[in-house]
């Protein structure tokens, strides 16, 4: 059983940037592929990022956030992060981290097994 905590939300106008933290406990961290997950009011839970296990050598992003945000993990730390940069209103939303072993490096929000409770994040215009 794995036991995440995002933090790091916050209110911040277009164009500036945040970093999301995502502490895990309650496992051992370097086995899971982790990945950070978006909700707005209205909308469906969409995938933004994810890395792979033990070294988080791979990463993927969702095409709306290539080239703004970047996903990374610290194994010592227990924990996972969420650069981002360039922030524009649309990405307003709860950020949720998630983890799983099986699948690798997944997009698919079914494909988790552990969710923390999520952070909210405003982008102001």
């Known amino acids: 059983q794995v036991h995440l905590v995002e933090s790091g939300g916050g209110l911040v106008q277009a164009g500036g940037s945040l970093r999301l933290s995502c502490a895990a406990s309650g496992g051992t961290f370097s086995r899971y592929a982790m990945g950070w997950f978006r909700q707005a009011p209205g909308k469906e839970r969409e995938f933004v990022a994810s890395i792979s296990r033990l070294s988080g050598g791979n990463r993927f992003y969702a095409d709306s956030v290539k080239g703004r945000f970047t996903v990374s993990r610290d194994n010592a730390k227990n924990t996972v992060a969420l650069q981002m940069n360039s922030l524009e209103p649309e990405d307003t939303a709860t950020y949720y981290c998630?983890?799983?072993?099986?699948?690798?490096?997944?997009?698919?929000?079914?494909?988790?097994?552990?969710w923390g409770q999520g952070t909210q994040v405003t982008v102001s215009s």
């Open positions: 998630a983890a799983e072993t099986d699948y690798g490096l997944s997009a698919k929000a079914g494909d988790y097994d552990y």
